[in-house]
């Protein structure tokens, strides 16, 4: 019943306001990027898409097929009742080829294609690897749009170099006409940036998250590298992984993916799925 007051237009609108809310929320999953166990591929393909399915995971980031023939593949993600959500593309294939990109996401399923990496000559990362690289993620990027796919980029650290009197990814997120981006936490931490202050600051932009946490003390730079084994269980680093989720939450963040690229992954996923759930 009404409270009096209250009009029939306006409690409309307030239903509907929190049914999409509702659908928002239910509609953000936790996935596994599938580079987590890319050891466990080489010598089990199988085997290893049934543990993520054990693991209780349905929406993966890949892209590969990892030896096997593309269609023999699927079917088994379908028989693991696993959806490939997003898929992996060079900054070569996006530059010179897009098409073959724009197929890869057809034939996976996809909503989503990312690339994870700018080349650039040894540490030598600067406006100019910047420029070129916000031209070819907005090419490609609209051939993806107008195809019903979207292209997110994956900031691996360099990208958070000082520019003017912001950074690099300040200038490359205000020009991002046709691509959004992907949060790695870590990576944003490890630049010695505040992945939280950052995801508030672009919440329209990150549209992506990879969870991954870092372990307590590790050395930052902005080169984009570092030691995988310094990845720990989530909620036992550095990183703020529960305001981060909290955030992702309230700004729709459909999916974020786990990636774990230590020697320990397979111990590790479970515990940080049971982290996650007691948040």
Request: hydrophobic letters at 40%; proline letters at 3%; one cysteine or more.
């Amino acid at each position: 019943m009404m409270k009096k007051g209250v009009s029939f237009c306006s409690w409309i609108a307030f239903l509907v306001f929190g049914l999409l809310n509702a659908s928002q929320l239910e509609a953000q999953e936790i996935g596994l990027q599938l580079y987590s166990l890319r050891e466990q591929f080489k010598t089990d393909v199988s085997g290893t898409l049934k543990m993520i399915s054990d693991w209780g995971i349905r929406s993966i980031e890949g892209g590969d097929s990892y030896g096997m023939p593309v269609d023999d593949f699927i079917d088994l993600l379908n028989k693991n009742n696993l959806k490939v959500v997003s898929v992996g593309a060079t900054f070569e294939e996006l530059r010179d080829n897009p098409k073959v990109v724009l197929e890869r996401a057809k034939v996976f399923g996809a909503t989503y294609v990312m690339c994870s990496w700018i080349p650039h000559s040894r540490n030598a990362f600067g406006i100019n690897e910047v420029q070129n690289a916000i031209s070819v993620f907005n090419i490609a990027g609209k051939m993806l749009k107008g195809n019903g796919f979207q292209l997110v980029y994956h900031p691996h650290g360099y990208e958070f170099r000082p520019y003017k009197t912001e950074t690099l990814f300040d200038y490359m997120a205000k020009k991002a006409l046709h691509f959004n981006f992907e949060m790695d936490v870590y990576w944003v931490q490890h630049a010695s940036e505040d992945p939280l202050k950052l995801l508030k600051k672009y919440s329209s932009k990150f549209v992506l998250m990879h969870l991954k946490d870092m372990a307590i003390g590790t050395p930052k730079d902005d080169t984009g590298h570092a030691n995988v084994e310094t990845n720990v269980v989530l909620g036992t680093g550095e990183v703020n992984i529960a305001a981060l989720l909290a955030e992702a939450k309230k700004i729709g963040v459909a999916y974020l993916f786990i990636e774990d690229e230590s020697s320990r992954v397979v111990e590790q996923v479970p515990q940080s799925l049971e982290y996650l759930k007691g948040l």
